[in-house]
């Protein structure tokens, strides 16, 4: 049921605001960063190393689609260390600043398994609303489903009259149009409400409200009603009595048990608390160019398990607030096609929808 998010041009508010907002660095387009091959312990970095069809002898470009710092940066970057650690490659990670310009530089590469980067949501986002050009299905291989991005945190100011999700949904019914939500105009935020809103019935307005420390900054000043933001920095916020949380948001059968640390109950996720079908999912993808060999394809899938089971990579990836894992090449392309399924259904109840 399509339900209408209404769109309110706030970024003057914002500026005039928020002059104290933190925002994060600006980062550097092609920064780059090269990691060793060290030899394995126990034996030779060989230069065939048959079997895991990553390229030997050549240095492996991992593009970051986003600045240094980021949860998709950190992700590439303890992959980037597992590759050179389990199998002695050699590998460069690379910041974009731009995400459209990253996942360009990808699939514009030889399909030659040198240049691959780890992808969310946000490459089908842009490409189902018609901000980008590069096709998340024909224009890159899939190589592997890796972790689940985890868990969004739903915040409301510290004053909020509701406590839990139930009771923000009843606020929003009782007072339809009423509320803001701060999100950026086009991305994974924009779609997860888009979700909550056709799920449950509620009207929400959006504001645009990009980056995670305005959201906080918004929230902490009662400018917004309710935005995502991470675990990390819900709980530090709730602590100094800056916001509460109503609730977390993750893919189906995800429970707040599955975080690394214990979460307080007021962070169940919405599917905990009752609402069913409150679920999105995120999940990072290994992609190279389109055209990549099938059998090198194959082995790399194989080769990323050892990485993703590794215990260091394991706990680097969980201690980011995502939920490790690998899948192998069905099961990567059944989650792959879900999910991508489930952003058209979204951009087409926001009227977003441009093209599949």
């Known amino acids: 049921m399509k339900k209408r998010m209404n769109v309110l041009l706030a970024g003057a508010l914002a500026v ?81 600043d731009s995400n459209t310009v990253g996942h360009q530089t990808v699939a514009s590469s030889k399909a030659d398994g040198t240049t691959l980067t780890v992808a969310t949501s ?46 923000f949904v009843e606020y929003a019914k009782a007072h339809p149009g009423e509320l803001n939500a701060g999100m950026p105009a086009a991305g994974a935020n924009t779609f997860l409400f888009g979700m909550i ?40 916020y709730e602590k100094a009595g800056k916001l509460k949380v109503i609730g977390t948001v993750s893919s189906d059968g995800t429970t707040i048990s599955q975080y690394p640390e214990a979460l307080p109950d007021n962070y169940k996720t919405l599917q905990e608390q009752g609402f069913n079908d409150c679920v999105l999912s995120v999940y990072h993808y290994l992609l190279g160019p389109a055209g990549m060999d099938e059998t090198m394809v194959a082995q790399m899938n194989a080769a990323m398990k050892a990485v993703v089971e590794d215990e260091t990579v394991n706990a680097g990836i969980a201690g980011i607030g995502n939920i490790p894992g690998w899948h192998d090449m069905e099961e990567s392309r059944e989650i792959r096609d879900g999910e991508y399924a489930q952003f058209v259904q979204i951009a087409k109840d926001l009227d977003m929808y441009v093209q599949e």
Do not use: H, W
Not at 125 to 133: F, H
Not at 197 to 226: H, K, P, Q
């Open 16 to 96: 005039a605001m928020l002059g104290t907002a933190a925002c994060g660095g600006s980062g550097s387009q092609g920064a780059s960063e090269t990691a060793g091959g060290e030899v394995p312990a126990g034996g030779e970095a060989s230069a065939d190393m048959d079997g895991i069809g990553f390229p030997k002898g050549e240095t492996i470009t991992l593009v970051v689609p986003g600045k240094a710092g980021g949860g998709s940066d950190l992700g590439i970057r303890y992959y980037s260390e597992g590759l050179n650690r389990l199998y002695g490659l050699k590998t460069t990670v690379t910041n974009y």
């Open 197 to 236: 809103t056709g799920t449950t019935g509620i009207e929400l307005n959006a504001v645009e409200c990009a980056s995670e420390s305005d959201r906080l900054t918004n929230l902490a000043g009662g400018f917004i009603d309710i935005g995502v933001v991470g675990v990390g920095n819900a709980l530090e």
């Open 122 to 167: 946000a490459l089908n986002i842009q490409y189902i609303t018609g901000n980008a050009e590069v096709n998340p299905i024909k224009d890159f291989t899939l190589i592997a489903c890796l972790q689940d991005n985890g868990f969004s945190t739903l915040a409301v100011p510290a004053d909020a009259p509701y406590d839990d999700f139930t009771g």
